[in-house]
């Protein structure tokens, strides 16, 4: 296996550039019009793998999970290497590894290091209501510190408050909904989507506008969870099983350790903020190192700099107790690192395709790119399709609406795109990076989860509701 994939690698890297243009040169206009759907199956293969395997093959996938990816990776890109030259293939590599994947894990590595170096201790009893306050509290911080952040600070003491429950499942599919998803839409540092809105001309601060839609998918789903989860917990009290009830002597007040670390993550969150606004406001911050064409500029490598190393300062002044308290290890980021390299190549046509020919798909309607956008975002990286879908609304010739650099875009159909995008990503366990964090970290604390499809038949019986009350009170 190792010999093969080491071969059609090497076929992929010197393949001759036969194809279309001898410089390589060939737009991603030009690309995406000329792939045909079927470039798309090594993503579905991707996604299917990623959903079956673990039911049905769960020891042989942890074990081979490495090759699943290669083999699929490669299985995209030798035949696009064939038909459109190895440069082309090689450039488009280098732009989704060096160019997206990058800072997209970068980002997750310093998040998950400085908040597992974070731990809420006290006496916490895991009740309904304790649970809707955790909850509130993690989804309100999201928008401020990301989702990740949000979710990596707050699933331990989740976990840590409701040890003694039994049924439990609901609450970790409820905190995906609203921590790892839902509260990001309030700032550009709450979701990557959101960030791109602000590169691209719209007001840091705009996104505000979104509260009313939060406020409503919050009240909900927070009413929803408390009726689900008083009946699990009812059901585990007539079980026998009880939280353990420490005497008034004996009780923690509850408290941070290692709070220090809230000023790496707040450095993580400035770092990212800076990425956005030095290539806007200084332009040489937009220049930097030039691989074949792709640039990870220096505002992406100060960003990057800077998580490193507000992570390796988190670890030297942090005791390693309180990592043994959250029960820390490093499964979590490692599956998503694996499984989202290979999600980011295999995506790469439909990408392409989606660009090339999203403004052909007739939307004029805010609920028309509300669905749309959540629909892909559900499955494809959230960020290059509310651009995707952002550029189309851009490309409309609307003479009023929220200022970008380029052109005005109506507020409604704004709001779809990044509710769209921000929302949905809570869809399936791939649909934004937390979810599969939280998932990872909830199942090696004996959290048993549901599988792929299990997780989709909660978002699609709880979720999808909720965004068509969203799209009748806002989006019609």
């Given at each position: 296996?190792?010999?093969?994939?080491?071969?059609?690698?090497?076929?992929?890297?010197?393949?001759?550039?036969?194809?279309?243009?001898?410089?390589?040169?060939?737009?991603?206009?030009?690309?995406?019009?000329?792939?045909?759907?079927?470039?798309?199956?090594?993503?579905?293969?991707?996604?299917?793998?990623?959903?079956?395997?673990?039911?049905?093959?769960?020891?042989?996938?942890?074990?081979?999970?490495?090759?699943?990816?290669?083999?699929?990776?490669?299985?995209?890109?030798?035949?696009?290497?064939?038909?459109?030259?190895?440069?082309?293939?090689?450039?488009?590599?280098?732009?989704?590894?060096?160019?997206?994947?990058?800072?997209?894990?970068?980002?997750?590595?310093?998040?998950?290091?400085?908040?597992?170096?974070?731990?809420?201790?006290?006496?916490?009893?895991?009740?309904?209501?304790?649970?809707?306050?955790?909850?509130?509290?993690?989804?309100?911080?999201?928008?401020?510190?990301?989702?990740?952040?949000?979710?990596?600070?707050?699933?331990?003491?989740?976990?840590?408050?409701?040890?003694?429950?039994?049924?439990?499942?609901?609450?970790?599919?409820?905190?995906?909904?609203?921590?790892?998803?839902?509260?990001?839409?309030?700032?550009?540092?709450?979701?990557?989507?959101?960030?791109?809105?602000?590169?691209?001309?719209?007001?840091?601060?705009?996104?505000?506008?979104?509260?009313?839609?939060?406020?409503?998918?919050?009240?909900?789903?927070?009413?929803?969870?408390?009726?689900?989860?008083?009946?699990?917990?009812?059901?585990?009290?007539?079980?026998?099983?009880?939280?353990?009830?420490?005497?008034?002597?004996?009780?923690?007040?509850?408290?941070?350790?290692?709070?220090?670390?809230?000023?790496?993550?707040?450095?993580?969150?400035?770092?990212?903020?800076?990425?956005?606004?030095?290539?806007?406001?200084?332009?040489?911050?937009?220049?930097?190192?030039?691989?074949?064409?792709?640039?990870?500029?220096?505002?992406?490598?100060?960003?990057?700099?800077?998580?490193?190393?507000?992570?390796?300062?988190?670890?030297?002044?942090?005791?390693?107790?309180?990592?043994?308290?959250?029960?820390?290890?490093?499964?979590?980021?490692?599956?998503?690192?694996?499984?989202?390299?290979?999600?980011?190549?295999?995506?790469?046509?439909?990408?392409?395709?989606?660009k090339a020919r999203g403004a052909d798909l007739g939307l004029t309607q805010p609920w028309q790119f509300f669905w749309i956008t959540g629909a892909l975002s559900s499955f494809l990286d959230n960020t290059p399709t509310y651009l995707v879908f952002f550029t189309t609304a851009a490309s409309l010739g609307f003479t009023s609406g929220v200022q970008t650099l380029t052109s005005f875009i109506p507020k409604a159909i704004l709001m779809a795109i990044s509710c769209g995008a921000v929302f949905m990503?809570?869809?399936?366990?791939?649909?934004?990076?937390?979810?599969?964090?939280?998932?990872?970290?909830?199942?090696?604390n004996g959290i048993k989860m549901p599988s792929f499809f299990g997780y989709m038949f909660w978002s699609l019986s709880c979720l999808i509701p909720v965004f068509l009350i969203d799209m009748l009170i806002f989006f019609l």
């Open positions: 296996m190792k010999k093969l994939l080491t071969g059609l690698s090497a076929f992929l890297l010197f393949s001759p550039l036969h194809v279309f243009a001898a410089d390589g040169a060939l737009s991603d206009t030009a690309l995406g019009n000329t792939l045909p759907l079927w470039s798309c199956i090594p993503f579905a293969g991707m996604l299917l793998s990623i959903a079956i395997f673990p039911l049905v093959k769960e020891e042989w996938w942890e074990k081979h999970k490495p090759w699943v990816v290669a083999f699929w990776s490669l299985l995209f890109l030798i035949p696009f290497a064939v038909i459109f030259g190895g440069h082309i293939a090689l450039e488009h590599l280098i732009e989704v590894t060096l160019g997206d994947y990058l800072t997209f894990i970068v980002l997750l590595f310093g998040l998950f290091c400085v908040a597992g170096n974070i731990s809420l201790q006290g006496d916490l009893t895991g009740s309904p209501k304790v649970n809707v306050v955790l909850l509130l509290i993690g989804t309100l911080l999201s928008s401020w510190i990301g989702t990740t952040g949000a979710s990596m600070l707050m699933i331990r003491p989740i976990i840590r408050a409701n040890k003694w429950r039994q049924r439990k499942v609901q609450i970790m599919v409820f905190f995906i909904f609203l921590i790892s998803n839902i509260g990001g839409c309030l700032t550009p540092v709450g979701d990557p989507p959101l960030l791109m809105g602000f590169m691209n001309g719209v007001g840091f601060f705009w996104s505000l506008d979104l509260l009313p839609v939060m406020l409503l998918n919050v009240l909900i789903l927070l009413t929803l969870f408390f009726l689900i989860d008083t009946k699990a917990y009812k059901k585990d009290i007539a079980d026998g099983f009880k939280p353990e009830i420490h005497p008034e002597s004996e009780r923690v007040k509850l408290h941070l350790d290692g709070a220090h670390n809230i000023a790496f993550m707040l450095i993580i969150v400035a770092a990212v903020i800076l990425s956005g606004v030095l290539p806007t406001t200084f332009p040489v911050f937009s220049e930097g190192l030039t691989i074949m064409g792709v640039t990870l500029s220096y505002a992406s490598i100060i960003e990057i700099i800077m998580i490193l190393a507000s992570a390796y300062l988190s670890f030297k002044t942090t005791k390693k107790e309180i990592r043994d308290s959250n029960h820390f290890t490093w499964d979590a980021i490692e599956e998503v690192a694996i499984l989202f390299i290979g999600i980011f190549i295999t995506m790469i046509p439909a990408l392409l395709i989606l990503g809570a869809n399936t366990y791939i649909g934004n990076a937390p979810n599969f964090m939280v998932r990872s970290i909830a199942e090696e």
